[in-house]
């Protein structure tokens, strides 16, 4: 072991998978200065080759296995894992990412952060008591709360009843170098024959899981197909992303005879290239934080259709930038493609002010100085610990 004088920040995430909320973190290690912190993630469950997006070299991942050992040995583990990497700070995600907080005070572990991004399927308003009370018996191990939207914020302030002075909001930032309007569309990335010049491709990425809903995004565009005749040969639907509905989303597409029509790559990593071949972006979540795809969408240029949920009303300047509908709403989805699909020019109008908007409010260098700054505040001077 060598000693460095750089604090450490001990990441507990669920796992490092494709994800909007695992690219953030990626993105924020990247991007924060090496000289300032180390970083180290633990995985309440495991990690894939994601981790291969991190640049650095010096960030240590564990699996800690959950669902294999058990909450109480995984517990244990973790309080084990802090007495060893003597973290400054510890900074959990979401509702998993409480079970490390307990463990990391008996460790020693001066201060932990806790993060809120979103909603899972079951518990897509937040409304169920015993997420909401497991929250409110860990709050005392919290130094800080960090929300990436104003409506998680009104969560843990009214619901869990934390002190609005102990809650930050900062919103996920993008990279908008990277992703930039494209000046030509490739079709290198699709199989051959899949699209043509005077195509319109609708794109989505996301795990494939229940609360993406994609299943409603490939209803609506069967039935745009079928309603819209002057334009449906020329249409065609992304659906990026690998997860436990991949099966059953393909086999709904051959199901309403939009097979041909609809390509599923999986995930890929050319997250940038891909959206630079799409014409409309659509994120069909039955709920969301704040979605770091419909981010890279708006900064690559996209016009955006979106669900009426969560921290997309954050993002989205509805007539704007683009669209919303009610989760789940086929017709009004529908109507919503179809308006774009046949619109060039509301296409153009809207793609503009997106890219405007991320480029002004959603800065991945605002995000990262956020961050920095919430960490400075907590790690203090000559705290270090060692990997």
Same mark, same amino acid.
């Given at each position: 072991?060598?000693?460095? #004088?750089?604090?450490?920040?001990?990441?507990?995430?669920?796992?490092?998978?494709?994800?909007?909320?695992?690219?953030?973190?990626?993105?924020?290690?990247?991007?924060? =200065?090496?000289?300032?912190?180390?970083?180290?993630?633990?995985?309440?469950?495991?990690?894939?080759?994601?981790?291969?997006?991190? %640049?650095?070299?010096?960030?240590?991942?564990?699996?800690?296995?959950?669902?294999?050992? !058990?909450?109480?040995?995984?517990?244990?583990?973790?309080?084990?894992?802090?007495?060893?990497?003597?973290?400054?700070?510890?900074?959990?995600?979401? &509702?998993?990412?409480?079970?490390?907080?307990?463990?990391?005070?008996?460790?020693?572990?001066?201060?932990?952060?806790?993060?809120?991004?979103?909603?899972?399927?079951?518990?897509?308003?937040?409304?169920?008591?015993? =997420?909401?009370?497991?929250?409110?018996?860990? #709050?005392?191990?919290?130094?800080?709360?960090?929300?990436?939207?104003?409506?998680?914020?009104?969560?843990?302030?009214?619901?869990?009843? @934390?002190?609005?002075?102990?809650?930050?909001?900062?919103?996920?930032?993008?990279? +908008?170098?990277?992703?930039?309007?494209?000046?030509?569309?490739?079709?290198?990335?699709?199989?051959?024959?899949?699209? &043509?010049?005077?195509?319109?491709?609708?794109?989505?990425?996301?795990?494939? &899981?229940?609360?993406?809903?994609?299943?409603?995004?490939?209803?609506?565009?069967?039935?745009?197909?079928?309603?819209?005749?002057?334009?449906? %040969?020329?249409?065609?639907?992304?659906?990026?992303?690998?997860?436990?509905?991949?099966? #059953?989303?393909?086999?709904?597409?051959? +199901?309403?005879?939009?097979?041909?029509? +609809?390509?599923?790559?999986?995930?890929?990593?050319?997250? =940038?290239? $891909?959206?630079?071949?799409?014409?409309?972006?659509?994120? =069909?979540?039955?709920?969301?934080?704040?979605?770091?795809?419909?981010? /890279?969408?708006?900064? #690559? !240029?996209?016009? @955006?259709?979106?669900?009426?949920?969560?921290?997309?009303?954050?993002? $989205?300047?509805?007539?704007? *930038?683009?669209?919303?509908?009610?989760?789940?709403?086929?017709?009004?989805?529908?109507?919503?493609?179809?308006?774009? *699909?046949?619109?060039?020019?509301?296409?153009?109008?809207?793609?503009?002010?997106?890219?405007?908007?991320?480029?002004?409010?959603?800065?991945?260098?605002?995000?990262?100085?956020?961050?920095?700054?919430?960490? /400075? &505040?907590?790690?203090?001077?000559?705290?270090?610990?060692?990997?």
């Amino acid at each position: 072991m060598t000693t460095d #004088s750089r604090p450490l920040i001990l990441h507990v995430i669920h796992h490092l998978m494709m994800g909007g909320m695992e690219n953030g973190l990626v993105n924020l290690i990247n991007n924060m =200065p090496e000289s300032r912190f180390r970083h180290a993630i633990a995985c309440v469950e495991n990690y894939s080759d994601f981790r291969d997006r991190l %640049t650095r070299s010096d960030v240590e991942i564990f699996a800690l296995n959950r669902s294999r050992i !058990g909450v109480w040995k995984m517990r244990i583990a973790l309080f084990n894992l802090c007495r060893l990497l003597k973290p400054a700070l510890v900074h959990s995600r979401n &509702q998993s990412g409480l079970d490390a907080l307990l463990p990391a005070r008996l460790a020693g572990v001066r201060h932990c952060i806790h993060g809120e991004h979103g909603w899972d399927i079951d518990n897509l308003n937040g409304d169920k008591w015993k =997420p909401a009370l497991l929250r409110r018996l860990h #709050s005392p191990f919290v130094s800080r709360y960090i929300t990436v939207s104003e409506n998680l914020e009104q969560y843990l302030i009214d619901r869990i009843g @934390i002190v609005p002075a102990r809650v930050t909001q900062v919103y996920n930032g993008v990279d +908008t170098e990277r992703f930039a309007p494209c000046m030509k569309k490739s079709f290198d990335l699709f199989p051959p024959g899949f699209a &043509q010049e005077d195509s319109i491709v609708i794109g989505t990425i996301g795990r494939l &899981q229940p609360v993406k809903d994609q299943a409603t995004l490939i209803r609506a565009f069967a039935e745009l197909i079928k309603g819209y005749p002057e334009i449906s %040969t020329r249409m065609r639907l992304v659906i990026v992303g690998d997860g436990p509905l991949s099966g #059953s989303l393909r086999a709904l597409a051959a +199901t309403l005879g939009v097979d041909k029509q +609809t390509w599923f790559p999986g995930a890929l990593n050319k997250v =940038p290239e $891909v959206l630079c071949t799409f014409d409309i972006f659509v994120l =069909p979540s039955l709920s969301e934080g704040i979605s770091n795809t419909i981010l /890279e969408a708006m900064a #690559s !240029g996209l016009p @955006i259709i979106a669900t009426a949920a969560g921290g997309n009303l954050e993002l $989205v300047q509805d007539g704007h *930038s683009g669209r919303f509908f009610e989760p789940g709403n086929i017709a009004s989805l529908t109507r919503l493609l179809a308006d774009y *699909s046949t619109n060039a020019l509301l296409r153009h109008t809207h793609a503009s002010t997106a890219r405007r908007i991320a480029i002004e409010r959603f800065s991945l260098i605002a995000m990262v100085e956020n961050y920095q700054s919430i960490y /400075e &505040q907590y790690c203090g001077n000559g705290l270090s610990g060692k990997l």
